[in-house]
């Protein structure tokens, strides 16, 4: 048993390039485990400053100065930001509230509508089972209004956490862009002299995931300009916010549409019923994703995240388990980058002629 360890052990981690690989990815790890919380406006700056930069490298090809650059670049950044803040959350929060309003009529109607599916269907639903659902319901809204309560009453700290946000990650942004050099040439100092695996590993993840993010956040655009139009057309409630929510779930494959899917289907539902709106409404979000699927995310996302469909969704569970929200967003990047590392290491343990 001791000498299998050993081999293993020599045959992986004797190259001094695969233990300081594997070193900084434990460090990274760490960090943004334990202490993640305290430097998310950190991690949200380094986030945008390293999407951002992508745009000021292409103006900077076009012979502007890096300075004119990042200043062209930050400045739509913001403009961007004025106009989400200024329009788009407020017509979001507005239709949220509408939702909350709504949902004892909401529920009041879907009651009424399943009451009648054992008079309707009596070899299929019973009046038990209907009753269960009911029950199901009522418990889902009370808990969903404690909820909504309890964010209410934090809503001053949380209030307070966004205007940090607002101020300090700008700021940050900003000097990450204008002094990426001094920055990277800072850190550098804590480095080895040698680093030829990790720079390879990082140049195949930056590609990949740069691509990646690149092509979902044009995949996003599209499918939520789309899907507004469309359920605005059709007259769906809260047009907005579906589609909002809509175009937010391709960055969760698989998972994401499901849920929507449902999600869907209980909104028409309540506001058609039985009817040919539902089932056009219904037939709309089918083909906007067959499009998606079919056509558009092969077209923005040719080549970029080689990744099994079982490692996707792996990779979206654990990275969702471990850091809830932000762990779905950057599930792929961080399952591109672990495969990026395997690939990097094992090819190593090729090239050196150990056994395979």
């Given at each position: 048993?001791?000498?299998?360890?050993?081999?293993?052990k020599?045959?992986?981690?004797?190259?001094?390039?695969?233990?300081?690989l594997?070193?900084?990815?434990l460090?990274?790890a760490?960090?943004?485990?334990?202490?993640?919380?305290?430097?998310?406006?950190?991690?949200i700056?380094v986030i945008?400053?390293?999407?951002l930069?992508?745009?000021v490298?292409?103006?900077?090809?076009?012979h502007?100065p890096?300075?004119?650059?990042?200043?062209?670049?930050?400045?739509?950044f913001?403009?961007?930001?004025?106009?989400?803040?200024?329009?788009?959350?407020?017509?979001?929060?507005k239709?949220?509230?509408?939702?909350?309003?709504q949902l004892?009529?909401?529920?009041?109607?879907?009651?009424s509508?399943l009451?009648?599916?054992p008079?309707?269907?009596?070899?299929l639903?019973?009046?038990?089972?209907v009753?269960?659902?009911?029950?199901?319901?009522?418990?889902?809204?009370?808990?969903?209004?404690?909820?909504?309560l309890?964010?209410?009453?934090?809503?001053?700290?949380?209030?307070?956490?966004?205007?940090?946000y607002l101020?300090?990650v700008?700021f940050?942004?900003?000097?990450?862009l204008k002094d990426?050099?001094?920055i990277?040439?800072?850190?550098?100092?804590?480095?080895?002299?040698?680093?030829?695996?990790t720079?390879?590993?990082?140049?195949e993840?930056?590609?990949?995931v740069?691509n990646?993010?690149?092509?979902?956040?044009w995949?996003l655009?599209i499918?939520?300009a789309?899907?507004?139009?469309?359920f605005?057309?059709?007259?769906l409630?809260?047009s907005?916010l579906?589609?909002?929510?809509?175009?937010?779930?391709?960055?969760?494959?698989?998972i994401g549409?499901t849920?929507?899917?449902?999600?869907m289907?209980?909104?028409?539902?309540?506001?058609?019923?039985?009817?040919?709106?539902?089932?056009?409404?219904?037939?709309?979000?089918?083909v906007?994703?067959?499009?998606?699927?079919?056509?558009?995310?092969?077209?923005l996302?040719?080549?970029?995240?080689n990744?099994?469909?079982?490692?996707?969704?792996?990779?979206?569970?654990?990275?969702?388990?471990?850091?809830g929200l932000?762990g779905?967003?950057?599930a792929?990047?961080?399952?591109t980058?672990?495969?990026a590392?395997?690939?990097?290491?094992?090819?190593?343990?090729e090239?050196?002629?150990?056994p395979a």
């Amino acid at each position: 048993m001791f000498e299998l360890l050993k081999t293993w052990k020599e045959r992986h981690f004797s190259d001094p390039q695969r233990v300081i690989l594997g070193f900084m990815l434990l460090v990274g790890a760490g960090l943004v485990y334990f202490v993640g919380s305290l430097l998310t406006p950190v991690f949200i700056a380094v986030i945008i400053a390293y999407l951002l930069d992508g745009i000021v490298v292409l103006l900077q090809r076009s012979h502007l100065p890096r300075l004119a650059s990042v200043t062209i670049v930050f400045m739509v950044f913001m403009a961007g930001m004025v106009v989400m803040m200024l329009w788009l959350l407020p017509l979001t929060v507005k239709q949220v509230s509408q939702l909350v309003q709504q949902l004892p009529g909401m529920l009041a109607s879907v009651q009424s509508q399943l009451l009648q599916l054992p008079t309707t269907y009596p070899e299929l639903i019973s009046k038990n089972q209907v009753s269960q659902v009911i029950d199901f319901l009522n418990t889902g809204i009370s808990t969903l209004g404690k909820r909504v309560l309890t964010i209410s009453l934090a809503s001053v700290v949380g209030l307070i956490h966004l205007v940090v946000y607002l101020v300090l990650v700008p700021f940050m942004v900003f000097f990450m862009l204008k002094d990426k050099a001094a920055i990277l040439a800072w850190g550098r100092r804590f480095l080895p002299d040698n680093m030829d695996l990790t720079e390879s590993v990082w140049q195949e993840a930056n590609v990949q995931v740069t691509n990646y993010i690149r092509g979902k956040g044009w995949e996003l655009l599209i499918i939520w300009a789309v899907s507004f139009a469309v359920f605005r057309a059709l007259g769906l409630q809260f047009s907005l916010l579906i589609s909002l929510f809509v175009g937010l779930s391709v960055i969760i494959p698989y998972i994401g549409v499901t849920v929507m899917g449902f999600v869907m289907a209980l909104i028409a539902f309540i506001q058609w019923g039985w009817s040919g709106e539902f089932a056009s409404a219904m037939i709309a979000y089918a083909v906007i994703q067959i499009i998606d699927g079919n056509l558009l995310a092969p077209l923005l996302l040719s080549g970029v995240v080689n990744l099994h469909p079982v490692a996707i969704v792996v990779a979206i569970l654990l990275f969702g388990g471990l850091w809830g929200l932000w762990g779905l967003f950057f599930a792929i990047p961080l399952a591109t980058l672990i495969n990026a590392v395997l690939k990097a290491w094992f090819a190593r343990v090729e090239h050196r002629g150990d056994p395979a």
